[in-house]
């Protein structure tokens, strides 16, 4: 593995981790649909970490479990955007410019999707090299759309 592409990976991990993480900093205030949100997030982080392990080698790639993480996983990238509503309760970290600047945020969804997508494909093709570059391109993207629409932690 490169070293850009190790650190794309390395990334990746961590950039999607943060998608329902519990940082330490305050916690905003979050509504019912905010906390709807997160738990979506949440549930796509036990597949997305189990390929992290793969890809990055610290795990024996198996092409099956990958392919079945990578399906999994592109299944439940779909769900938190059902509860993209602003929360009047509360939107976490989920910051205004998601309501302020709609199509910049449905453009940042359509790349992500797009990216989960690709990783999918790549994982049913079993070949590790195109995986571990789609892996790197989630990660990116989910990098991106908190860097414009996420309160950082």
């Known amino acids: 593995m490169t070293l850009r592409t ?13 998608c329902g993480g519990n940082g330490s900093t305050a916690a905003q205030d979050k509504g019912p649909i905010s906390e709807n949100r997160t738990t979506a997030f949440k549930s796509m982080m ?3 970490s189990a ?19 990578a399906a999994v996983f592109a299944e439940n990238a779909q769900k938190p955007f059902e509860h993209f509503q602003n929360d009047t309760a509360g939107n ?6 998601i309501w302020d ?7 940042e969804r359509t790349k992500f999707l797009n990216a989960v ?3 999918n494909n790549a994982a049913q093709t079993g070949s590790l090299d195109n995986i571990k570059a ?14 414009s629409f996420r309160r950082p932690k």
């Not at 390929?51 to 993480?69: C, D, I, L, R, S």
């Not at 600047?101 to 453009?107: C, I, S």
């Open 6 to 18: 190790l650190l794309a990976v390395t990334a990746a991990t961590l950039t999607l981790a943060a």
């Open 46 to 48: 036990p597949e997305f």
């Open 51 to 69: 390929m992290g392990k793969m890809v990055k080698g610290e795990e024996t790639y198996n092409v099956e479990k990958f392919k079945a993480a």
């Open 92 to 97: 976490g970290d989920a910051l205004p410019a």
């Open 101 to 107: 600047k709609p199509a910049e945020f449905e453009a």
């Open 117 to 119: 997508n690709e990783l």
């Open 134 to 147: 789609a892996y790197g391109e989630v990660g990116a993207s989910c990098k991106a759309c908190h860097d």
